[in-house]
Protein backbone atom coordinates (compact mmCIF):
# COMPACT_ATOMS: atom_id res chain seq x y z
CA UNK A 1 0.00 0.00 0.00
CA UNK A 2 1.62 3.40 -0.79
CA UNK A 3 1.53 5.63 1.95
CA UNK A 4 -0.28 8.80 1.39
CA UNK A 5 1.55 12.79 1.51
CA UNK A 6 -0.69 12.82 5.37
CA UNK A 7 0.22 9.84 6.43
CA UNK A 8 3.56 10.57 5.46
CA UNK A 9 3.38 13.63 8.04
CA UNK A 10 1.95 11.69 10.83
CA UNK A 11 4.56 9.17 10.45
CA UNK A 12 7.32 12.37 10.72
CA UNK A 13 5.19 14.04 13.51
CA UNK A 14 5.52 10.85 15.18
CA UNK A 15 8.92 10.34 14.72
CA UNK A 16 9.44 13.94 16.50
CA UNK A 17 12.54 15.02 14.73
CA UNK A 18 14.38 17.77 15.73
CA UNK A 19 12.77 20.77 13.27
CA UNK A 20 16.28 21.52 11.40
CA UNK A 21 16.30 17.93 10.57
CA UNK A 22 13.07 17.67 9.80
CA UNK A 23 13.26 20.25 7.39
CA UNK A 24 16.30 18.53 5.74
CA UNK A 25 15.20 14.97 6.01
CA UNK A 26 11.11 15.27 5.59
CA UNK A 27 11.17 14.58 1.81
CA UNK A 28 12.88 11.33 2.19
CA UNK A 29 9.72 9.81 4.19
CA UNK A 30 7.92 10.11 0.88
CA UNK A 31 10.05 8.26 -0.81
CA UNK A 32 9.77 4.57 -2.10
CA UNK A 33 13.13 3.46 -0.48
CA UNK A 34 12.02 4.77 3.03
CA UNK A 35 8.37 3.10 2.99
CA UNK A 36 9.93 -0.13 1.68
CA UNK A 37 12.23 0.37 4.84
CA UNK A 38 9.14 0.92 7.24
CA UNK A 39 7.19 -1.86 6.00
CA UNK A 40 9.90 -4.16 6.42
CA UNK A 41 10.34 -3.50 10.45
CA UNK A 42 7.25 -3.40 10.62
CA UNK A 43 6.83 -7.20 9.25
CA UNK A 44 10.01 -7.98 11.41
CA UNK A 45 8.29 -6.42 14.85
CA UNK A 46 5.02 -8.70 13.77
CA UNK A 47 7.19 -11.69 13.91
CA UNK A 48 8.09 -10.87 17.19
CA UNK A 49 12.22 -10.26 16.34
CA UNK A 50 13.89 -8.04 18.69
CA UNK A 51 15.19 -4.63 17.33
CA UNK A 52 17.79 -2.42 18.75
CA UNK A 53 17.48 0.40 19.84
CA UNK A 54 13.53 1.03 20.28
CA UNK A 55 11.41 2.90 18.12
CA UNK A 56 11.38 5.80 19.84
CA UNK A 57 15.58 6.16 19.53
CA UNK A 58 16.40 4.98 15.96
CA UNK A 59 16.34 9.34 15.29
CA UNK A 60 18.33 9.61 18.87
CA UNK A 61 21.43 11.28 16.75
CA UNK A 62 19.28 13.46 15.17
CA UNK A 63 17.17 14.33 17.96
CA UNK A 64 19.79 14.82 20.68
CA UNK A 65 22.31 16.88 17.92
CA UNK A 66 20.26 19.62 16.24
CA UNK A 67 20.98 20.38 12.31
CA UNK A 68 22.79 23.92 13.32
CA UNK A 69 24.59 22.53 16.19
CA UNK A 70 26.70 20.23 14.37
CA UNK A 71 30.24 20.55 14.77
CA UNK A 72 31.83 17.11 14.80
CA UNK A 73 30.32 13.96 12.99
CA UNK A 74 31.69 10.19 13.60
CA UNK A 75 30.02 7.90 11.74
CA UNK A 76 30.01 4.23 12.97
CA UNK A 77 28.17 1.25 10.60
CA UNK A 78 25.07 0.03 12.66
CA UNK A 79 23.74 -0.46 16.67
CA UNK A 80 25.47 -2.42 18.72
CA UNK A 81 23.16 -5.77 18.67
CA UNK A 82 23.82 -6.93 22.33
CA UNK A 83 20.44 -6.82 25.00
CA UNK A 84 20.34 -3.23 26.56
CA UNK A 85 23.74 -2.00 24.63
CA UNK A 86 22.31 0.35 21.56
CA UNK A 87 20.12 3.58 22.49
CA UNK A 88 20.31 5.24 19.52
CA UNK A 89 24.03 6.90 19.46
CA UNK A 90 26.73 5.09 17.63
CA UNK A 91 29.52 3.84 19.84
CA UNK A 92 27.75 4.71 23.24
CA UNK A 93 25.87 2.68 25.45
CA UNK A 94 23.87 3.18 28.77
CA UNK A 95 25.39 4.34 31.69
CA UNK A 96 25.23 0.87 33.71
CA UNK A 97 26.15 -1.47 30.52
CA UNK A 98 29.77 -2.86 30.00
CA UNK A 99 32.06 -1.15 27.92
CA UNK A 100 32.12 -3.11 24.15
CA UNK A 101 35.47 -3.66 22.75
CA UNK A 102 35.42 -1.02 20.27
CA UNK A 103 33.81 1.86 22.33
CA UNK A 104 36.32 0.52 25.34
CA UNK A 105 39.12 1.22 22.74
CA UNK A 106 37.33 4.73 21.60
CA UNK A 107 38.12 5.88 25.61
CA UNK A 108 41.79 4.42 25.78
CA UNK A 109 42.74 6.73 23.02
CA UNK A 110 40.75 9.88 24.47
CA UNK A 111 43.04 8.99 27.28
CA UNK A 112 46.05 9.04 26.34
CA UNK A 113 45.28 11.89 23.63
CA UNK A 114 44.14 14.27 26.10
CA UNK A 115 45.22 13.02 28.91
CA UNK A 116 41.82 12.77 30.68
CA UNK A 117 40.66 10.50 33.37
CA UNK A 118 39.46 6.70 32.34
CA UNK A 119 35.88 7.19 32.77
CA UNK A 120 33.43 4.87 34.70
CA UNK A 121 30.45 4.83 32.49
CA UNK A 122 30.58 4.84 27.97
CA UNK A 123 27.55 6.95 27.53
CA UNK A 124 28.97 9.33 25.21
CA UNK A 125 25.11 11.70 25.64
CA UNK A 126 27.57 14.92 26.90
CA UNK A 127 28.94 14.44 22.98
CA UNK A 128 26.04 14.38 21.28
CA UNK A 129 24.74 17.67 23.70
CA UNK A 130 28.21 19.42 22.38
CA UNK A 131 27.59 18.98 18.77
CA UNK A 132 28.91 15.68 18.00
CA UNK A 133 26.71 13.81 15.89
CA UNK A 134 27.09 10.11 16.59
CA UNK A 135 25.55 8.76 12.98
CA UNK A 136 24.75 5.02 12.22
CA UNK A 137 24.53 4.23 8.70
CA UNK A 138 21.91 2.05 9.70
CA UNK A 139 19.82 2.56 12.64
CA UNK A 140 18.67 -0.26 13.18
CA UNK A 141 19.31 -4.03 13.67
CA UNK A 142 18.00 -7.83 15.37
CA UNK A 143 18.94 -8.89 18.56
CA UNK A 144 22.12 -11.13 17.72
CA UNK A 145 22.87 -10.34 13.75
CA UNK A 146 24.93 -7.50 13.11
CA UNK A 147 24.21 -5.86 10.09
CA UNK A 148 20.97 -7.51 9.95
CA UNK A 149 19.35 -4.23 8.89
CA UNK A 150 21.97 -3.51 6.38
CA UNK A 151 20.62 -2.63 2.46
CA UNK A 152 17.29 -2.07 3.57
CA UNK A 153 17.86 1.90 3.42
CA UNK A 154 19.16 3.38 6.49
CA UNK A 155 22.32 3.96 4.55
CA UNK A 156 20.46 6.10 1.76
CA UNK A 157 18.47 7.64 4.60
CA UNK A 158 21.90 8.83 6.59
CA UNK A 159 23.71 9.36 3.01
CA UNK A 160 21.44 12.35 2.67
CA UNK A 161 22.17 13.16 6.24
CA UNK A 162 25.53 13.60 5.56
CA UNK A 163 24.97 14.79 1.61
CA UNK A 164 23.41 17.72 3.65
CA UNK A 165 26.02 18.71 5.65
CA UNK A 166 29.02 18.57 3.85
CA UNK A 167 27.08 20.96 1.10
CA UNK A 168 25.03 23.48 3.60
CA UNK A 169 28.18 23.82 6.21
CA UNK A 170 31.67 24.95 6.67
CA UNK A 171 34.70 23.67 8.97
CA UNK A 172 32.68 20.50 10.48
CA UNK A 173 35.01 17.74 11.21
CA UNK A 174 34.02 14.07 9.92
CA UNK A 175 35.93 10.93 12.49
CA UNK A 176 36.15 8.19 10.10
CA UNK A 177 37.00 5.26 11.69
CA UNK A 178 37.86 1.95 9.51
CA UNK A 179 36.96 1.29 5.54
CA UNK A 180 33.14 1.07 5.67
CA UNK A 181 33.13 4.64 7.12
CA UNK A 182 35.63 5.80 4.68
CA UNK A 183 33.62 4.72 2.02
CA UNK A 184 30.40 5.89 2.90
CA UNK A 185 32.28 9.43 3.66
CA UNK A 186 34.27 9.59 0.24
CA UNK A 187 32.53 12.42 -1.36
CA UNK A 188 33.42 14.66 2.09
CA UNK A 189 34.84 17.82 0.68
CA UNK A 190 38.44 18.02 2.79
CA UNK A 191 39.08 21.10 1.24
CA UNK A 192 35.86 22.97 3.07
CA UNK A 193 35.76 20.31 6.40
CA UNK A 194 38.32 18.61 8.10
CA UNK A 195 38.27 14.45 7.59
CA UNK A 196 40.23 12.68 10.39
CA UNK A 197 40.60 8.85 8.70
CA UNK A 198 42.05 6.19 10.85
CA UNK A 199 41.37 2.27 11.05
CA UNK A 200 38.51 0.90 13.32
CA UNK A 201 38.92 0.98 17.20
CA UNK A 202 37.79 -2.71 17.28
CA UNK A 203 40.83 -5.04 18.60
CA UNK A 204 41.00 -6.29 15.33
CA UNK A 205 42.78 -2.95 13.64
CA UNK A 206 42.95 -0.87 16.98
CA UNK A 207 46.90 -1.59 16.57
CA UNK A 208 47.27 -0.79 13.28
CA UNK A 209 47.04 2.98 13.87
CA UNK A 210 44.11 3.75 15.44
CA UNK A 211 46.12 3.96 18.96
CA UNK A 212 48.01 7.19 18.68
CA UNK A 213 45.69 8.71 16.06
CA UNK A 214 44.89 11.24 18.39
CA UNK A 215 41.26 12.27 16.47
CA UNK A 216 40.29 13.93 19.72
CA UNK A 217 42.85 16.92 20.01
CA UNK A 218 43.29 17.29 16.17
CA UNK A 219 39.10 18.00 16.39
CA UNK A 220 39.29 20.73 18.58
CA UNK A 221 42.77 22.27 16.96
CA UNK A 222 40.40 22.67 14.00
CA UNK A 223 37.55 23.66 16.03
CA UNK A 224 39.17 26.50 17.95
CA UNK A 225 41.25 27.81 14.80
CA UNK A 226 37.77 28.47 12.78
CA UNK A 227 36.54 30.31 15.94
CA UNK A 228 34.47 27.37 17.43
CA UNK A 229 34.14 26.39 21.17
CA UNK A 230 35.99 22.85 21.46
CA UNK A 231 34.11 19.74 22.56
CA UNK A 232 34.46 18.87 26.29
CA UNK A 233 35.59 15.25 25.32
CA UNK A 234 35.65 14.33 29.27
CA UNK A 235 32.60 12.41 30.04
CA UNK A 236 31.01 13.69 33.00
CA UNK A 237 30.07 11.20 35.96
CA UNK A 238 27.88 8.49 35.75
CA UNK A 239 25.52 9.83 37.92
CA UNK A 240 24.47 12.82 36.04
CA UNK A 241 24.24 11.25 32.83
CA UNK A 242 21.43 8.71 34.68
CA UNK A 243 19.53 11.74 35.85
CA UNK A 244 19.86 13.29 32.10
CA UNK A 245 18.70 10.45 30.37
CA UNK A 246 15.77 9.78 33.22
CA UNK A 247 14.91 13.40 32.70
CA UNK A 248 14.79 12.91 28.56
CA UNK A 249 12.75 10.20 29.23
CA UNK A 250 10.03 12.01 31.59
CA UNK A 251 9.99 15.29 29.18
Not at 32 to 42: N, P, S
Not at 51 to 67: G, M, Q, R, S, V
Not at 171 to 176: A, E, K, M, T, Y
Amino acid sequence: MIETQSQTAKTINRIGLEPGWKSALSPEFSKTYMRDLQVFLRAETAKKKTIFPKPDEYYAAFNLTPLDKVKVVILGQDPYHGPGQAHGLCFSVRPNVAFPPSLQNILKELASDLGVTAPEHGCLLSWAQQGVLLLNSTLTVEEGRAGAHQNKGWEQFTDVAIHHLNETRDHLVFILWGAFAQKKGAFIDSKRHLVISSPHPSPLSSYRGFFGSTPFSKTNRYLVEHGQQPIAWALPAKATVKLQLEQRLLS
